[in-house]
């Protein structure tokens, strides 16, 4: 959200497509293991709409007529812009968490390949 201008619509709405796109392939192609357990699969893709939520609120909060409904609705975007945030994070600590693989991780010798 703070890579785009907000007063920009156009700009606003189209751009964090790209990035948003980019990040999930990444995570998709790169980082992601199927066969491993997680506590929270998925909940990146809320981190992803976590910038469509900030967009929506910062398009209503730009209106000529004040109204009280239309102030609750943005908060609510707001909140849901910081909830995705927090479980993107979230998520990124659940793919960083050390795994309890009962085999272990091979022994480290000099010479020898890496082993993931």
Same mark, same amino acid.
């Given at each position: 959200?703070?890579?785009?201008?907000?007063?920009?619509?156009?700009?606003?709405? !189209?751009? =964090?497509?790209? &990035?948003?796109?980019?990040?999930?392939?990444?995570?998709? @192609?790169?980082?992601?293991? =199927?066969?491993? !357990?997680?506590?929270?699969?998925?909940?990146?893709?809320? %981190?992803?709409?976590?910038?469509?939520?900030?967009? +929506?609120?910062?398009?209503?909060? #730009?209106?000529? #007529?004040?109204?009280? +409904?239309?102030?609750?609705?943005?908060?609510?975007?707001?909140?849901? +812009? &910081?909830?995705?945030?927090?479980?993107? !994070?979230?998520?990124? @600590?659940? @793919? +960083?968490? *050390? !795994?309890?693989? *009962? @085999? %272990?991780?091979?022994?480290?010798?000099?010479?020898?390949?890496?082993? =993931?």
């Amino acid at each position: 959200t703070a890579i785009v201008e907000l007063r920009g619509f156009w700009v606003m709405w !189209s751009l =964090p497509l790209v &990035f948003m796109a980019a990040q999930a392939l990444i995570l998709r @192609l790169d980082i992601l293991q =199927p066969e491993r !357990s997680h506590k929270l699969p998925n909940c990146e893709f809320l %981190g992803h709409l976590a910038p469509y939520f900030a967009c +929506a609120a910062c398009t209503l909060e #730009y209106r000529y #007529y004040y109204s009280q +409904a239309q102030v609750a609705v943005t908060w609510g975007l707001v909140f849901a +812009a &910081f909830f995705g945030h927090l479980m993107f !994070s979230l998520r990124l @600590l659940d @793919l +960083a968490w *050390p !795994s309890n693989d *009962p @085999l %272990g991780d091979m022994p480290e010798e000099p010479g020898k390949q890496w082993w =993931p």
